[in-house]
T-cell receptor, first 113, second 113 residues
Framework: DAGVTQTPRHEVAEKGQTIILKCEPVSGHNDLFWYRQTKIQGLELLSYFRSKSLMEDGGAFKDRFKAEMLNSSFSTLKIQPTEPKDSAVYLC???????????FGPGTRLTVL | GDSVTQTEGLVTLTEGLPVMLNCTYQTIYSNPFLFWYVQHLNESPRLLLKSFTDNKRTEHQGFHATLHKSSSSFHLQKSSAQLSDSALYYCALSSGSFNKLTFGAGTRLAVCP
């Protein structure tokens, strides 16, 4: 089975641009998570979907971050407008209902200039 | 809400010495699930250990941990560190009916020859 896939692997954006990151969860998984990872803050939850329904939308990230899950096999994370402080690795993870283990994708490294 | 505390940001030790990384948690739920994830350089986090059972040792790849609900702890141990153990280790908690994980800040383990 394919694991979690994320595209692009690297993204460089100018301040103020709109960027869209993509994630495909493990086939059959019910839950999908978006995280931001930085050396200072560690792993921060951005959004959590269960069966395409938004369960949690990280409060501090609501204003410029929007995650969507249009179908069970694809999710996007839009950052609009980007700021230099958004430079981080964005990780997508999925899990099967009741199993609790999360499988992480390879991540997208975002650099905002 | 739930929280996980990892007291050490960086642990440096010599190859062959024992490893112990601390993890304590807080939750109102009586049946928490605890996890250790490991993240090697330029990789994404992957599950190392998990435990649902009080006072039962769980082992994987030479590492072990025991969930102690009485002290709200789930420390990670290994009898003899290897160079390849150098990585970032996250302790995580799941409680309630969702698969959402609450991560600690992470402990970087650096094993030197």
């Amino acid at each position: 089975d394919a694991g979690v896939t994320q595209t692009p692997r690297h993204e460089v954006a100018e301040k103020g641009q709109t960027i869209i990151l993509k994630c495909e969860p493990v086939s059959g998984h019910n839950d999908l998570f978006w995280y931001r990872q930085t050396k200072i803050q560690g792993l921060e939850l951005l959004s959590y979907f269960r069966s395409k329904s938004l369960m949690e939308d990280g409060g501090a990230f609501k204003d410029r971050f929007k995650a969507e899950m249009l179908n069970s096999s694809f999710s996007t994370l839009k950052i609009q407008p980007t700021e230099p402080k958004d430079s981080a690795v964005y990780l997508c993870a999925s899990s099967l209902l009741g199993v609790y283990e999360q499988y992480f994708g390879p991540g997208t490294r975002l650099t905002v200039l | 809400g739930d929280s996980v505390t990892q007291t050490e940001g960086l642990v440096t030790l010599t190859e062959g010495l024992p490893v112990m990384l601390n993890c304590t948690y807080q939750t109102i739920y009586s049946n928490p699930f605890l996890f250790w994830y490991v993240q090697h350089l330029n990789e994404s986090p992957r599950l190392l250990l998990k435990s649902f059972t009080d006072n039962k040792r769980t082992e994987h790849q030479g590492f072990h941990a025991t969930l102690h609900k009485s002290s709200s702890s789930f420390h990670l141990q290994k009898s003899s560190a290897q160079l390849s153990d150098s990585a970032l280790y996250y302790c995580a908690l799941s409680s309630g009916s969702f698969n959402k994980l609450t991560f600690g800040a992470g402990t970087r383990l650096a094993v030197c020859p």
